[in-house]
Structure formats: C-alpha cells, structure tokens
Nanobody, 121 residues
C-alpha cells in the first residue's frame, strides 16, 4: 500500500522559512518522480514543484521559482521541500504526491494527507 506522510508544516512569519518532509513507503521510491502540490483555503490544487527519479531534473511553478527547493533522499525514502521567503498568500495545505512514472511530466497518482503551512504575522 502506497503511503505518503508529510510533516514540517506550521506557523511562520512572512519572509520566514520552513522545510517540509514526506516519508514514503509501499513502493520503490527511487523509481518514481515525486511532486509537491498545495491547496490554499477556498482554492483548487496548485502544482508547486516536481523532481524526477534520481533527482537530476527538477521544475518549479513560476510563483515559487528561486525561493523553493525540492530534493529527495532515496536512501531514506524521503522527499523534501525547502521554502524560503514565504508570503502570506502561500498559506495552504501542502501535499506530497507520487509520480506515475520516472518523470514528473507524467502526472501523479497518489497523494498524502497534507501538512498545513500558515504564513502570518
């Protein structure tokens, strides 16, 4: 059974930083691309970032480029998202998602339950 468990969310002031983690199990983590998506209150899902298997290729939504960094540790079956210079409008539930294949361009097929990030002073 695929399981994705996010952690690291919380309250942070505008301009602050957080590091999200996603512990994966139930599949061969190193063989799949992974992504982060988010959902702000009252809005739809927004794709944030993706990383291919092996970690050699990453991509970011324009809104987070230069501030967020996605990474993975295949030895620990864990995905990360380092978020810097956070903005109030980025308050959202952040979800970890498993790719359908080795590249993030193929989309996602499993999502975790999410971790809430609140950006507020």
């Amino acid at each position: 059974e695929v399981q994705l468990v996010e952690s690291g969310g919380g309250l942070v002031q505008p301009g602050g930083s957080l590091r999200l983690s996603c512990a994966a199990s139930g599949f061969i983590f190193s063989s799949y691309a992974m992504s982060w998506v988010r959902q702000a209150p009252g809005k739809g899902l927004e794709w944030v970032s993706g990383i291919d298997k092996g970690g050699g290729t990453t991509r970011y939504a324009d809104s987070v480029k230069g501030r967020f960094t996605i990474s993975r540790d295949d030895a620990k079956n864990t995905l990360y998202l380092q978020m810097n210079s956070l903005k109030p409008g980025e308050t959202a539930v952040y979800y970890c998602a498993k790719g359908k294949g080795g590249s993030y361009v193929n989309g996602e097929d499993y999502w975790g339950k999410g971790t809430l990030v609140t950006v507020s002073s």
